[in-house]
């Protein structure tokens, strides 16, 4: 059973300040999140989580994780420009794009972060532009190909992935970078996606140690950092066990003591690029049921759409939904949880089995802390929701006010709202 970090009471009383639907974040779970990864990482000098921007591109969000001793991960100008504006400094912002434009490399540059190259066609491109400089530190992005598996399971498909150069051209990367002056040189892949299972990052991570270790017999460089990357999963499923951090950590540890240790290598330092495994489970959807109707099927129908909450429309993900209030009910029923866009796809769930509801329940959507409000869009003239944290002393606090029809009409010429 997977209960959500508020009770009914509380909720609804968040709701009668700021109409749902709305993200709500718990800042002690957060808080707690960032801790454990530290303390699981303890062992390593250097460790360093950057968190990934675009799962949850919120100020107060990020200023937390800030707090907490965590960088911040970017993969465009405006995460860059948040990062920079929510206080973090150069060398705690990692700059893992691809595709990446010239301007953004050079803003990158000019913040002081650490640019991960994508591709190693880019040591050219970077080289053709008149105002850019190569900084002392570069990083750079390693797709193995193949299958990334895990024993017999396929995890997932790194050569079709679009991310990340090959080994020779990594190697190759490295003494191009080497002779237009760079100094010190990083690692970082992404094999795969919401992982949960606490040997993912050992198995990736003994992966790019061997490799460290091959980098220094080909080109002399013994790397500064290894960076792990994100693909660290969550729960999603009552079913599913939550990753341990303190596992995984020790997991890690004892690759590192093995493999680099054991090779000279012991001073590399860890990264890590988490999103999903920081936030999800620390915030959540609060909706309201607004209709219930009956055809062949049971629909629940809601104020919030999948504007709000695209995964389970675009991916068909699992969201775990609870009833506030009706948690130990045994009345029981089949039922499709749907928003209101003009797309059958607009559904949180389909056929689940959930107490029976009325309108005006609020219902609660979990694990939306991360990928959730992020990835919003404004279909059918849908507008944003707020944002809202509960803070530490159970308080609540608006971050980010609910969009208003003057904000969809900002951007428009010749229309006069
Ligand atoms: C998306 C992304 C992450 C975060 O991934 P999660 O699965 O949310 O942990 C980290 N690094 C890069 C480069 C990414 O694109």
């Given amino acids: 059973m997977k209960t959500p970090f508020i009770n009914k009471e509380q909720l609804e009383a968040i709701a009668t300040e700021f109409p749902t639907p709305f993200h709500l974040y718990d800042e002690r779970g957060i808080r707690e999140k960032a801790r454990a990864l530290y303390a699981a990482f303890a ?54 794009s691809n595709d990446t434009p010239a301007d953004e490399f050079k803003f990158a540059k000019k913040l002081g972060a650490t640019i991960n190259l994508d591709a190693y066609e880019h040591i050219a491109y970077l080289t053709e532009l008149s105002d850019f400089e190569f900084p002392e530190t570069m990083s750079l992005r390693y797709n193995p190909g193949g299958v990334f598996a895990m024993g017999t399971k396929i995890m997932d498909n790194p050569e079709e992935s679009k991310f990340g150069m090959t080994k020779s051209q990594l190697i190759q990367g490295i003494k191009d970078l080497q002779k237009l002056g760079v100094k010190r040189f990083g690692m970082h892949s992404f094999l795969a996606s919401n992982t949960v299972t606490n040997d993912y990052y050992p198995e990736l991570a003994r992966q790019l140690f061997e490799l460290a270790l091959e980098i220094r017999t080909e080109t002399g460089v013994k790397l500064d950092f290894i960076n792990l990357s994100g693909g660290v999963g969550v729960n999603y499923r009552p079913d599913e066990t939550a990753n341990d951090i303190s596992v995984i950590g020790s997991g890690v540890h004892k690759v590192y003591d093995e493999v680099l240790s054991a090779n000279g290598l012991g001073e590399v ?149």
């Fill in 43 to 96: 062992w390593n000098k250097g460790f360093k989580e950057f968190f990934a921007v675009k799962a949850t591109p919120t100020p107060a969000i990020l200023k937390i994780l800030h707090e907490e001793g965590c960088g911040a991960d970017c993969a465009s100008y405006v995460e860059l420009l948040m990062s920079n504006k929510c206080g973090f400094d150069g060398s705690e912002i990692m700059f893992s």
């Fill in 269 to 417: 330092k860890i990264f890590t690029e988490l999103g999903r495994f920081m936030l999800a489970p620390h915030g959540l959807l609060a909706t309201r049921v607004l209709h219930k109707k009956k055809t062949y099927r049971t629909y629940i129908g809601v104020d919030a759409s999948a504007v709000n909450l695209m995964r389970p429309a675009f991916y068909g993900a699992y969201h775990h939904i609870t009833v506030m209030g009706k948690e130990n009910s045994e009345m029981l029923e089949t039922v499709d949880v749907t928003g209101s866009l003009c797309e059958n796809n607009d559904k949180f769930a389909k056929q689940r089995e959930l107490p029976v509801i009325e309108e005006g329940d609020l219902l609660v959507i979990h694990d939306t802390g991360a990928h959730g409000f992020s990835m919003g869009y404004q279909y059918n003239a849908k507008l944003r929701s707020s944002e809202i944290l509960l803070q530490t002393d159970g308080t609540p606090r608006l971050i980010r006010r609910a969009e208003r029809p003057e904000d969809y009409f900002a951007t428009l010429m010749g229309f006069d709202f």
